[in-house]
């Protein structure tokens, strides 16, 4: 048996089942537990652990940086500048919008990301 999402080969025992589709542990917890953006809990958490001089992770530091300096990008802008895919993007992007670092908007009809204190 393999996993839908990476191929990986898997036994009966280490498969799960999500949306109709058979995969392994990783792939499993990659979907069920995917960060999202607008979460309030979150957002109130990271701002406590802020204050404690939390550290941005090496991917979510360089995503920042390439928003200030270009931004607001779209995501496939992003994905291609820093060579990383859509799905870590998002994971990662959802820890900047919770410290309130960086936001989503939309210009032109396009969904963008920007720091979070710019305007639009």
Same mark, same amino acid.
């Given at each position: 048996?393999?996993?839908?999402?990476?191929?990986?080969?898997?036994?009966?025992? !280490?498969?799960?089942?999500?949306?109709?589709?058979?995969?392994? !542990?990783?792939?499993?917890?990659?979907?069920?537990?995917?960060?999202?953006?607008?979460?309030?809990?979150?957002?109130?958490?990271?701002?406590?652990?802020?204050?404690?001089?939390?550290?941005?992770?090496?991917?979510?530091?360089?995503?920042?940086?390439?928003?200030?300096?270009?931004?607001?990008?779209?995501?496939?802008?992003?994905?291609?500048?820093? /060579?990383?895919?859509? !799905?870590?993007?998002?994971? /990662?992007?959802?820890?900047?919008?919770?410290?309130?670092?960086?936001?989503?908007?939309?210009?032109?009809?396009?969904?963008?990301?920007?720091?979070?204190?710019?305007?639009?």
């Amino acid at each position: 048996m393999k996993c839908e999402k990476c191929k990986s080969d898997i036994t009966l025992d !280490e498969s799960y089942e999500h949306s109709g589709k058979t995969l392994c !542990e990783d792939c499993y917890l990659d979907v069920v537990a995917t960060p999202k953006t607008c979460d309030p809990w979150a957002v109130y958490s990271a701002k406590k652990t802020m204050s404690l001089g939390t550290q941005l992770t090496e991917e979510q530091q360089k995503i920042l940086d390439l928003i200030k300096a270009k931004g607001p990008l779209k995501l496939e802008q992003i994905c291609a500048d820093l /060579n990383i895919s859509e !799905e870590d993007f998002r994971s /990662n992007f959802a820890t900047l919008r919770h410290m309130e670092l960086a936001k989503g908007c939309k210009l032109e009809g396009q969904v963008c990301y920007a720091l979070f204190d710019e305007k639009e």
